[in-house]
């Protein structure tokens, strides 16, 4: 199955596009509209992480719109056992935010979206504590701490059995940020079973939880 393309009940499929840490144009939203238009319900339904879902599109429509959408500059994804798209909140013009959020999602997005996981890995970014509950659903939420670090959670997750994540023990510094995830997603990878959550990883093996927990402050010391 093409990524980004989900059934729905009466043979009806659904296509996911991806934003840019939650952001779309306007000419964006305008080719997501004319497709939703020619090849779907006219509908379009905006998801928690910051997507966009053309919904009812018929069968026989399915492989035109394909077609179609590589044409538009738009991308399909958010699906499968991947990185999912960035959730990140509005701190860059927010009077709460510490931090230009916008452009870290950017970034974010870049180095890590639609990389293989055992299951699904979902990244938020959060400009002020006022998001805290967001960051701990998260299988690495990310929120200021002091002056160019960071506080992150680790294996959070939502779903049919809600999971807070694990706070990590060391502010990160912002150079050693994206050295931490990656780190997390290699641990992931190694060590969690097919089909396994990182947040069911941590719980099945609270050792584990401890070692990257030792590990991630050699890595920002």
Not at 133 to 139: E, H, L, N, T, V
Not at 191 to 204: S, V
């Amino acid at each position: 199955m093409t990524a980004g393309i989900l059934p729905q009940k009466e043979n009806r499929w659904t296509v996911r596009i991806l934003s840019t840490g939650g952001v779309f144009s306007a000419a964006e939203l305008k080719r997501i509209a004319g497709l939703a238009e020619r090849f779907g319900s006219g509908h379009v339904t905006a998801t928690s992480r910051g997507t966009m879902e053309i919904d009812g599109i018929a069968a026989d429509k399915l492989d035109g719109l394909l077609d179609a959408f590589h044409e538009s500059g738009l991308r399909l994804g958010g699906t499968g056992a991947t990185v999912r798209s960035i959730t990140a909140c509005k701190g860059t013009a927010c009077v709460h935010g510490a931090f230009d959020v916008a452009a870290l999602a950017v970034r974010l997005d870049a180095a890590f979206v639609g990389q293989p996981v055992p299951k699904k890995f979902k990244i938020g970014v959060f400009g002020c504590w006022n998001s805290l509950g967001k960051a701990c659903s998260q299988d690495v939420g990310i929120l200021p701490a002091g002056p160019g670090t960071f506080t992150l959670h680790m294996g959070g997750m939502m779903g049919r059995t809600p999971q807070l994540g694990i706070q990590i023990g060391t502010p990160v510094p912002a150079a050693r940020l994206f050295e931490v995830i990656e780190y997390l997603l290699g641990v992931y990878r190694r060590q969690g079973e097919a089909g396994e959550r990182f947040g069911r990883l941590l719980l099945r093996r609270p050792e584990l939880a401890a070692q990257i927990q030792r590990d991630i402050v050699s890595l920002c010391n």
